[in-house]
């Protein structure tokens, strides 16, 4: 059995934020945080899980604002990133992004009454830019949002990275439009979805039967994991060996949390 195998925790966690509270939120953030979340402490988080690798999702709270992730990569090549950007981004500007170890762009819909058109001119452009990169497209959006999205971003050519199963908190979405083309984008080969944050559920042990539909359309191979450290909007109320736990429970069997890291290593580090 190789060595990976062996390591209950997973090795890789493909989604936490770090912020401090002087960071500058936009004027439409939906979350302002209660206390710092520093890069160093969730370093040490990582240490004593025997997490090697991360990557750090840019949090919609602070728009374009970018500057606290590009220090983080900076001081630990251990970590990627994902870039909250505007489409009229200089093509310049993001290729020394991906030289710093960005790896993607975020979409955060989740709170949105109305998202931007990705059919426009101004986002077709931007989205050749990504997949010409080799980023992906990080979203997570409103369960009636999936359909038309994932369509379009399917047909622009760039890799998708779904959120937290859809963010889909109810089981009553598990038959709805939105997640089964979840499951249809996975199945044709260019969408990827984190089995996380089944403490975002309502209740959690909603997020069971979402789980269960993921992994057996993709196994392990278009599957990835993070624990959205801080848990904004539930700081005080999750710890990380919670949300280990919840993954554990989730995806209960060992050789596929090993195929889920490895999957990992591929999507964000080779």
């Known amino acids: 059995m190789s060595e990976i195998s062996q390591i209950k925790a997973p090795i890789v966690d493909?989604?936490?934020h770090?912020?401090?509270?002087d960071h500058?939120?936009?004027g439409t953030a939906w979350h302002a945080p209660p206390s710092d979340a520093p890069i160093d402490e969730f370093i040490r988080l990582m240490d004593k899980h025997g997490i090697i690798?991360?990557?750090?999702?840019a949090a919609s709270i602070f728009g374009e604002y970018n500057d606290y992730v590009r220090a983080a990569i900076a001081a630990h090549p251990r970590l990627r990133a994902t870039a909250v950007l505007?489409?009229?981004?200089d093509i310049r500007q993001m290729e020394r992004m991906k030289e710093e170890g960005f790896v993607g762009v975020r979409l955060m819909w989740a709170f949105n009454e109305t998202n931007p058109d990705l059919e426009s001119g101004e986002y077709r452009m931007f989205l050749r830019r990504v997949a010409d990169l080799g980023w992906h497209v990080h979203l997570v959006a409103k369960p009636e949002?999936?359909?038309?999205?994932i369509r379009i971003l399917e047909k622009s050519g760039v890799r998708l990275v779904i959120d937290h199963m859809g963010d889909m908190k109810k089981r009553k979405f598990v038959d709805s439009p939105g997640f089964r083309e979840i499951l249809a984008a996975v199945d044709r080969g260019n969408t990827w979805v984190k089995v996380s944050c089944k403490f975002r559920f309502e209740p959690p042990d909603e997020a069971d039967f979402f789980a269960e539909k993921l992994i057996r359309a993709a196994g392990g191979d278009r599957i990835l994991w993070g624990s959205d450290w801080p848990f904004a909007?539930?700081?005080?109320?999750?710890?990380?060996?919670?949300?280990?736990?919840d993954y554990y429970h989730l995806v209960p069997d060992a050789e596929m949390r090993r195929r889920i890291d490895e999957t990992a290593l591929r999507f964000y580090f080779t």
Do not use: I, M, N, Q
Request: proline residues 8%; glycine residues 6%.
């Open 86 to 89: 505007s489409p009229k981004t």
């Open 145 to 149: 949002v999936y359909v038309p999205a």
């Open 18 to 21: 770090t912020w401090r509270l």
């Open 24 to 26: 500058p939120l936009t």
């Open 53 to 57: 690798f991360g990557v750090v999702a």
């Open 14 to 16: 493909a989604h936490f």
């Open 233 to 245: 909007a539930f700081e005080g109320k999750v710890t990380y060996d919670r949300v280990l736990e």
